[in-house]
């Protein structure tokens, strides 16, 4: 069976590393908030070129860190797409605000800046809740039309969030997504490119105020040198609360095993281009669409989705061949039922509605093989359904 992601390949190539990074935790004993959290932070931020990089429990917290921190609740819209895993919008009614659901470009998958902004004028005129974020997708790894929506977002008064759970490492003219948004978010589940070896997230940003703020949040809303104000405390800060937070801290081992892997992740993403470059040579012409990445952008193919009028149909065919698939995403977030009742962008969300039914990604990892490969690429072609 041809693995969808081959995670032993990676561990095999850098073992050496990983195994001497778990036993320098091991030895000195910081197991939570340990040496290697903090010097991960640094390297993260370095790589993403932002001022700051805060490590948190995965992904999902890394996205309502921001929302809190800034205090958006009740009355509140914040608006994001549909296609899209549900820890984006899930975060949302956590704080008490909104989700306002937007449909995506046909060609990227990725936010459509033009029925956002028909969104925020359909919110402002309907007068019920107050436009206040809006949360971008990198889907599949490539970045959204950040210079757009950054564009909407500083006219209209709202914050931006880049969720780059899936496409931390992905530029746009050769920028991160930091270079627009407010804050970035990245996940470590295991599947991602920068994947650790069990739940692990971040946020970036230049905001220092809302790094300390978050800093604060992700440790039970501990007490800051902001709060703290130069005085002196008898006890540790964590003993001081000053806001309601909660306890999302990335484990030392996590960071540790995650230092080893991002220093070889910029040449990962290059092998992850090649076998995406050779995906579109064979495949072009024999799949209704294969994927086409934003102008000036580049992805970190955290899957390769090409779409066919025939989706089921063909991921039964690759099944009986050894070849495992996956649908990126079966059901848009409005059609299911905890989120049915939240708002949409005028006119509906066709795009998402229509993708649904026929995206189809195939295996994608920075070690697959070229002979794996073009047995993957004629198992495609062979399919006449």
């Not at 081992?253 to 080893?260: D, F, K, S, Y």
């Not at 990604?361 to 070690?367: C, E, F, I, K, Q």
Request: glycine share 10%; charged share 20%; net charge negative.
């Amino acid at each position: 069976m041809i693995p969808f992601i081959d995670l032993a390949a990676q561990q095999t190539r850098i073992k050496p590393r990983i195994d001497a990074a778990i036993q320098r935790v091991l030895a000195h004993g910081g197991y939570v908030m340990g040496p290697e959290v903090r010097a991960f932070e640094e390297q993260l931020a370095s790589f993403g070129r932002a001022g700051h990089a805060l490590s948190c429990g995965n992904g999902t917290d890394a996205l309502a860190l921001p929302l809190m921190a800034w205090d958006i609740g009740p009355g509140d819209a914040v608006f994001c797409p549909s296609f899209t895993f549900a820890a984006t919008p899930e975060v949302i009614p956590w704080t008490g605000a909104t989700p306002v659901f937007v449909d995506i470009l046909p060609d990227t998958y990725n936010l459509d800046p033009a029925h956002l902004e028909a969104a925020i004028e359909a919110v402002k005129a309907k007068g019920e809740l107050r436009p206040a974020a809006v949360i971008a997708v990198d889907l599949f790894g490539q970045p959204a039309d950040y210079p757009r929506l950054a564009e909407i977002c500083r006219r209209h008064g709202l914050k931006l969030i880049a969720d780059s759970a899936q496409g931390f490492g992905c530029t746009l003219n050769g920028e991160h997504p930091i270079h627009w948004a407010d804050a970035a978010t990245t996940s470590f589940f295991p599947a991602k490119p920068l994947g650790g070896y069990g739940d692990g997230g971040a946020v970036l940003t230049d905001d220092a105020a809302l790094f300390e703020r978050m800093d604060s949040l992700r440790i039970h809303g501990k007490a800051v040198e902001s709060d703290i104000n130069g005085h002196p405390l008898p006890h540790e800060p964590k003993y001081l609360n000053m806001r309601i937070g909660m306890n999302s801290r990335l484990d030392t081992l996590q960071a540790a095993i995650l230092i080893e892997k991002l220093a070889v992740f910029a040449g990962e993403i290059e092998l992850r281009q090649l076998i995406a470059n050779r995906y579109h040579e064979g495949l072009e012409g024999h799949v209704l669409s294969t994927p086409k990445v934003i102008a000036g952008g580049v992805s970190t193919w955290a899957q390769y989705v090409i779409e066919h009028h025939d989706r089921d149909g063909l991921a039964a065919h690759l099944k009986a061949l050894g070849v495992p698939t996956a649908v990126y995403y079966p059901v848009p977030m409005h059609r299911q039922a905890p989120y049915a009742c939240f708002p949409i962008g005028p006119g509906g969300l066709p795009i998402s509605d229509a993708k649904a039914l026929r995206v189809l990604a195939l295996p994608m990892h920075a070690y697959l093989t070229h002979e794996v490969q073009d047995l993957i690429i004629e198992a495609v072609r062979g399919y006449n359904g």
